[in-house]
Protein backbone atom coordinates (compact mmCIF):
# COMPACT_ATOMS: atom_id res chain seq x y z
CA UNK A 1 0.00 0.00 0.00
CA UNK A 2 1.11 3.29 -0.52
CA UNK A 3 0.21 6.44 1.71
CA UNK A 4 0.83 10.09 0.62
CA UNK A 5 1.24 12.45 4.15
CA UNK A 6 2.52 15.87 4.61
CA UNK A 7 -0.36 17.88 3.66
CA UNK A 8 -1.96 20.98 5.27
CA UNK A 9 -2.72 24.60 5.70
CA UNK A 10 -0.06 26.95 3.91
CA UNK A 11 -0.40 30.47 2.69
CA UNK A 12 0.24 32.12 -0.56
CA UNK A 13 3.54 31.79 -1.27
CA UNK A 14 4.54 29.06 1.33
CA UNK A 15 5.90 25.88 1.02
CA UNK A 16 5.01 22.20 1.91
CA UNK A 17 6.93 18.49 1.36
CA UNK A 18 4.90 15.76 0.81
CA UNK A 19 5.83 11.91 1.30
CA UNK A 20 4.58 8.87 -0.56
CA UNK A 21 5.67 5.89 1.52
CA UNK A 22 5.35 2.12 0.93
CA UNK A 23 4.33 -0.85 3.08
CA UNK A 24 4.74 -4.62 1.29
CA UNK A 25 5.71 -2.57 -2.27
CA UNK A 26 8.72 -2.10 -3.38
CA UNK A 27 8.13 1.33 -4.17
CA UNK A 28 11.84 1.37 -5.91
CA UNK A 29 10.97 -0.79 -8.62
CA UNK A 30 8.46 1.26 -10.31
CA UNK A 31 8.18 4.82 -11.46
CA UNK A 32 6.24 7.17 -9.25
CA UNK A 33 3.95 10.10 -9.73
CA UNK A 34 1.68 12.45 -8.11
CA UNK A 35 -1.62 13.26 -8.80
CA UNK A 36 -4.19 16.26 -7.38
CA UNK A 37 -8.03 16.57 -7.33
CA UNK A 38 -9.33 19.84 -7.26
CA UNK A 39 -12.74 20.05 -5.85
CA UNK A 40 -15.63 19.05 -8.20
CA UNK A 41 -12.67 18.42 -10.81
CA UNK A 42 -10.65 15.20 -12.67
CA UNK A 43 -7.81 14.08 -10.68
CA UNK A 44 -4.67 15.52 -12.63
CA UNK A 45 -1.26 14.73 -13.28
CA UNK A 46 1.58 16.47 -11.18
CA UNK A 47 4.98 15.32 -11.80
CA UNK A 48 6.31 11.74 -11.92
CA UNK A 49 9.91 10.08 -11.87
CA UNK A 50 11.15 7.20 -12.50
CA UNK A 51 12.66 4.05 -10.59
CA UNK A 52 16.36 5.53 -10.39
CA UNK A 53 15.46 9.25 -9.71
CA UNK A 54 17.46 10.28 -12.76
CA UNK A 55 14.58 11.05 -14.28
CA UNK A 56 11.06 13.37 -13.94
CA UNK A 57 8.16 15.18 -15.29
CA UNK A 58 6.05 17.90 -14.84
CA UNK A 59 3.05 19.12 -15.68
CA UNK A 60 3.23 23.08 -16.89
CA UNK A 61 1.50 24.68 -13.89
CA UNK A 62 4.01 23.02 -11.42
CA UNK A 63 7.27 23.55 -13.32
CA UNK A 64 9.89 25.43 -11.18
CA UNK A 65 7.88 25.01 -8.54
CA UNK A 66 7.58 21.75 -7.43
CA UNK A 67 10.50 18.85 -7.15
CA UNK A 68 9.68 15.45 -7.17
CA UNK A 69 12.85 12.87 -5.42
CA UNK A 70 13.22 9.37 -3.96
CA UNK A 71 14.96 7.96 -1.52
CA UNK A 72 15.09 4.28 -2.43
CA UNK A 73 17.10 3.61 1.15
CA UNK A 74 13.95 4.83 2.39
CA UNK A 75 11.13 3.24 -0.10
CA UNK A 76 9.92 7.05 -0.22
CA UNK A 77 8.83 9.40 -3.26
CA UNK A 78 8.83 13.36 -2.02
CA UNK A 79 7.33 16.56 -3.37
CA UNK A 80 8.51 19.51 -2.42
CA UNK A 81 6.08 22.37 -3.40
CA UNK A 82 7.88 26.06 -3.55
CA UNK A 83 5.99 29.20 -4.12
CA UNK A 84 2.44 27.60 -3.57
CA UNK A 85 -0.52 29.02 -5.15
CA UNK A 86 -4.50 29.35 -4.03
CA UNK A 87 -4.64 27.16 -7.57
CA UNK A 88 -2.77 24.22 -5.69
CA UNK A 89 -5.43 23.04 -3.26
CA UNK A 90 -6.36 19.67 -3.82
CA UNK A 91 -6.36 16.09 -1.91
CA UNK A 92 -2.50 15.12 -3.75
CA UNK A 93 -2.38 11.59 -4.29
CA UNK A 94 1.03 9.42 -5.05
CA UNK A 95 0.77 6.25 -7.11
CA UNK A 96 3.07 3.56 -8.33
CA UNK A 97 3.38 3.42 -12.25
CA UNK A 98 3.23 0.30 -14.13
CA UNK A 99 6.88 0.10 -15.08
CA UNK A 100 10.29 1.49 -13.74
CA UNK A 101 10.65 3.89 -16.52
CA UNK A 102 8.36 6.55 -18.07
CA UNK A 103 6.86 5.97 -21.84
CA UNK A 104 4.24 8.19 -23.05
CA UNK A 105 1.48 7.18 -20.96
CA UNK A 106 2.80 8.86 -17.70
CA UNK A 107 0.54 11.84 -17.41
CA UNK A 108 -2.50 9.47 -17.79
CA UNK A 109 -4.03 7.37 -14.50
CA UNK A 110 -4.60 4.09 -15.88
CA UNK A 111 -0.46 3.66 -16.30
CA UNK A 112 -0.81 3.50 -12.37
CA UNK A 113 -1.13 0.46 -10.66
CA UNK A 114 -1.46 1.00 -7.19
CA UNK A 115 -2.48 4.18 -5.63
CA UNK A 116 -2.19 5.48 -1.84
CA UNK A 117 -5.10 7.60 -0.03
CA UNK A 118 -4.50 11.91 -0.81
CA UNK A 119 -3.32 14.13 1.50
CA UNK A 120 -4.92 17.60 1.68
CA UNK A 121 -3.18 20.51 0.66
CA UNK A 122 -5.16 24.27 0.93
CA UNK A 123 -3.13 27.41 0.30
CA UNK A 124 -4.99 30.17 1.64
CA UNK A 125 -4.40 33.89 -0.16
Known amino acids: QLQASGGGLVQTGGSLRLSCTAS????????TGWFRQKSGQEREFVAA????????RYTDAVKGRFLISRDNAKNTVSLQMNSLKAEDTAVYFCASYQYPYLDGSYHSEEGYTYWGKGTLVTVSS
Open 49 to 56: IVWSGTVT
Open 24 to 31: GLTLNSYA
